[in-house]
Structures are given as C-alpha cells and as structure tokens.
C-alpha cells in the first residue's frame, strides 16, 4: 500500500450471496470506510435489492485507494521536505560555524602580525634613540677637543704677534 513500491496483491470476490464485493490484502482507514458507507448518489445504477454495481464499487474502491494513496504521498513528501529543510539548516549552521572561526582565525593572525610588527619598529626606534645619543656625545667631545684646540692656536697667535 503507499507510495513505497508495495507489490502487495489486491483481490476482489464476491460474497456468497454477491450483493458485497470483498477486497482482500487492502488496508482501509477509517475515513474510507465511512466515505465506502455513505449512500449512493441518484445518478448511481442499483441492483434489485440495492446494492451498488460490482464495477461501481471497484471503481470507487480505487478512487479511495488513490486518493488515500496520494494522501500518503502527499505526506511522505512533506516529511522528506521536513527532514531536507532540517538537514540544509544544519549544513548552513556548520558552514556558518566554519566560516565564522576561519575568520576569528584570520583576524588573531592579523591582530598577531600587528602587534609583532608595533614591537619591532618600537625596538628600531630605541636602537635609532641609542645611536643618536652616541652620536651627539661623540660631537661634543669633537666639539669640545676643536674648540680646544682653536684656543691653543689663537695663544699661539697672540704670542707670535706679540713678539
């Protein structure tokens, strides 16, 4: 029965006084039964003893079996969507999850690189401070031996003019 390829067989008999057709290896829900059980409308051929038509009852058995069928299918399908919608969001979720720890990743590394990169020009300008330094007390001492020695010439001036 279903929309699962069921290879169950269907029989149709007539009772032993063949005023009910019985339909043997076919589950019925209680709706159909009930539909089976309501009157048959005016247009509908009847028997003697009002009973419906052989051929009218095989007919509406498979109406309602088709139409139960497509119910079924109909439902199966919506559960199948159900559970394709549940396993798309779970997908979208973890390639979220990926996507969003890819990117903290990236950021940390940057935020890493940054900071590595702040540390090594801060070390450089201590070095370039150091050496500035080494060269202004280096150009003092010239400074202070050259005025030095312009002293000692401009003596040595004053005393050769002097004589």
């Known amino acids: 029965m279903g929309g699962g390829g069921s290879t169950r067989r269907v029989t149709f008999e ?10 043997k290896g076919v589950r019925l829900s209680d709706s159909v039964i009930d539909r089976m059980k309501e009157p048959s409308s005016p247009g509908r051929q009847h028997r003697g003893s009002g009973a419906v038509n ?27 969507l159900k559970q394709e919608q549940m396993y798309v969001r779970d997908e ?8 969003r720890i890819s990117s903290t990743e990236h950021l940390t590394r940057a935020m890493l690189r940054e900071r590595a990169a702040t540390e090594e020009e801060r070390q450089k300008a201590q070095r370039f401070a150091k050496q500035l330094e080494e060269k202004e007390r280096e150009l003092k001492k010239h400074d202070a031996y050259y005025k030095e020695q312009l002293a000692r010439l401009e003596e040595r001036v004053k005393h050769f003019f002097s004589i």
């Open 54 to 80: 052989d051929e009218e009852l095989k007919k509406r058995i498979a109406e309602e079996l088709a139409l139960e069928r497509a119910r079924r299918d109909s439902e199966a399908q919506k559960r199948r």
């Open 92 to 99: 979208f979720g973890k390639l979220l999850e990926r996507e």
């Open 14 to 23: 007539a009772d032993e006084n063949e005023n009910i057709t019985v339909v």
